[in-house]
């Protein structure tokens, strides 16, 4: 059974940091691409950021670029999502995803979500 879990979110002030960690299980991490979404009250799901199987390649979401950094870990099957100058439209469920297609946004597993509250 897959399981990914989230952790560290959390309520912050706007202008601070926070990283959000996945620990993944149940399946061969190193062959998946690992990313995060996120869903604001009343949006979509959205796009966030995606890193390769070998971390060598990501992608983020253009609000995401220059404030979020992904990282990964296959060795401790990880995948982290550090975000700096939180905004508080960046007020979300945060959620973990992997998928072997998941650099074209195909999602194969999720996790259950990380509430982040950016006050102003």
């Known amino acids: 059974q897959v399981q990914l879990v989230e952790s560290g979110g959390g309520l912050v002030q706007a202008g601070d940091s926070l990283t959000l960690s996945c620990v993944a299980s149940?399946?061969?991490?190193?062959?998946?691409?690992m990313g995060w979404f996120r869903q604001a009250p009343g949006k979509e799901r959205e796009f966030v950021g995606v890193?390769?199987?070998?971390?060598?390649?990501?992608d983020y979401a253009d609000y995401a670029k220059g404030r979020f950094t992904i990282s990964r870990d296959n060795a401790k099957n990880t995948v982290s999502l550090q975000m700096n100058t939180l905004k508080p439209e960046d007020t979300a469920v945060y959620y973990c995803?992997?998928?072997?297609?998941?650099?074209?946004?195909?999602?194969?597993?999720w996790g259950q979500g990380t509430q982040v509250t950016v006050s102003s």
């Open positions: 995803a992997a998928g072997q297609w998941l650099m074209r946004r195909r999602a194969d597993y």
């Open positions: 149940g399946l061969t991490f190193s062959r998946y691409s």
């Open positions: 890193v390769n199987w070998s971390g060598a390649t990501k």
